[in-house]
């Protein structure tokens, strides 16, 4: 988010436009580059449009430059804990790591931190700007290793939750790969024989004046616009979900009201996914903080830090404020009606007998069984509605073909 922030500085008052996750870190953030001003106002503002270009180029750049595979930073992020945990000053470690690891866009990240550090830049200020390739809980776990002077257990840490992460992540590919290998291969022969089977019976309908049926009219529609427009077609599709992946990254307003309608009940599991998924994170990386001895409140802000659904975001913001108001965590969750009552006296059992932690834990525990259950049984929940696309295809065909045909025998017969 963009937060327009009023500063007065001998006298003179004057604005800046800063990029944070709430108004405090815009109003820290200003305050660093400005030590001697008074902040007397913030305003949540839009993204400069010189922002939205900048980042349009960092997303190009970033295509060109490739996706960072998850088991490289994994192994990096190791490799780190273990040399500090030995007692290896971290900008010599940095430096080891950067001239053994292969990939060259870790090798160029973590030249640069150990650069910015040796510079006098702290670690986590050093990576934040990298938070895309990182992820948040790259960046609270920095902070959380800074903050308890235990950097190698919080990176052991760090590392833990982003295996956690891949493992689920592979589970799931592996999960849909085998339904979308059959709906590809059937999508492919529907558009051959489109463009190869019907064309061949176009030629017989048009010397019969006779009117078609639906489905052969929709089949040879098909065929004009794939034969005539289709590489136009592809091209169109994929310029349309680049724009809408782009305006979803880039513009919260959109980016809410499709997180929001990801998690509604009527998407058929992606909602269950999206929200076990991020409740899991969620509870997993405050329970870790809960445990390192870091205050409730801060580690609930590092914790929302890394959910990327804003809907879901929007209301775990809201904790922290109750607690302000004298909830306690329990009721605190009790309000954002995402925690089942279950749950709830879960939490409330832990705040009561100083166990907070292991509940936490428990409370992880629950979501990532969940989530292992959808996953593991995913292929059964989608046959239904692979079965019925197929079907759906198949009779298309089938009507489109063969119902003129029984109206042409019929007439010759007659």
């Not at 660093?32 to 980042?55: D, L, Q, Y």
């Not at 308890?148 to 799931?172: C, M, Q, W």
């Not at 989608?382 to 003129?404: D, H, Q, S």
Request: no cysteine; hydrophobic share 45%; proline share 3%.
């Amino acid at each position: 988010m963009y937060y327009k922030i009023t500063l007065v500085s001998k006298g003179k008052k004057s604005e800046a436009v800063v990029e944070a996750s709430n108004k405090r870190e815009a109003a820290l953030k200003v305050k660093r580059m400005h030590p001697t001003a008074n902040i007397v106002g913030s305003k949540e503002v839009s993204a400069p449009v010189e922002e939205v270009f900048a980042k349009f180029g960092k997303d190009f750049s970033r295509l060109k430059k490739g996706k960072i595979p998850i088991e490289n930073k994994i192994s990096t992020i190791r490799q780190i804990a273990v040399m500090t945990d030995a007692g290896i000053a971290i900008h010599d470690t940095l430096e080891d790591v950067a001239e053994n690891v292969e990939n060259k866009r870790l090798k160029e990240i973590y030249t640069t931190l150990g650069a910015d550090i040796n510079a006098g830049k702290s670690m986590s200020d050093a990576i934040e700007k990298y938070k895309d390739e990182f992820g948040q809980v790259a960046i609270a776990m920095t902070r959380l290793g800074e903050s308890t002077g235990n950097f190698p257990e919080s990176y052991h840490k760090l590392a833990d939750i982003l295996e956690n992460i891949r493992d689920n992540v592979a589970k799931f590919k592996k999960a849909i790969r085998s339904p979308l290998i059959t709906l590809t291969a059937m999508a492919i022969a529907f558009t051959i024989l489109i463009m190869v089977v019907v064309p061949k019976f176009k030629d017989i309908f048009a010397k019969f004046n006779a009117e078609l049926p639906v489905p052969t009219q929709i089949l040879l529609s098909l065929e004009h616009y794939l034969s005539n427009y289709g590489l136009y077609i592809l091209i169109g599709i994929i310029v349309f979900v680049y724009v809408v992946i782009f305006i979803y990254k880039n513009n919260k307003d959109f980016k809410y009201k499709v997180d929001k309608l990801l998690v509604h009940p009527k998407f058929y599991l992606i909602n269950k996914a999206i929200f076990l998924s991020t409740m899991h994170k969620y509870t997993l990386v405050f329970g870790e903080l809960v445990r390192s001895g870091i205050p409730v409140s801060e580690a609930l802000e590092t914790a929302v830090g890394m959910v990327d659904n804003s809907y879901i975001k929007a209301k775990l913001l809201t904790v922290n404020a109750n607690i302000g108001r004298g909830l306690s965590l329990a009721e605190s969750f009790d309000q954002t009606e995402l925690f089942e009552n279950m749950l709830l006296q879960m939490i409330k059992a832990g705040e009561a007998s100083g166990q907070l932690d292991a509940m936490l834990d428990k409370v992880t525990n629950y979501y990532d069984m969940r989530f292992q259950d959808l996953i593991d049984n995913l292929s059964s929940y989608i046959e239904p509605i692979m079965m019925f696309f197929i079907a759906g295809l198949v009779l298309l065909m089938a009507l489109g073909i063969f119902m003129p045909m029984w109206d042409l025998g019929s007439a010759v017969g007659g």
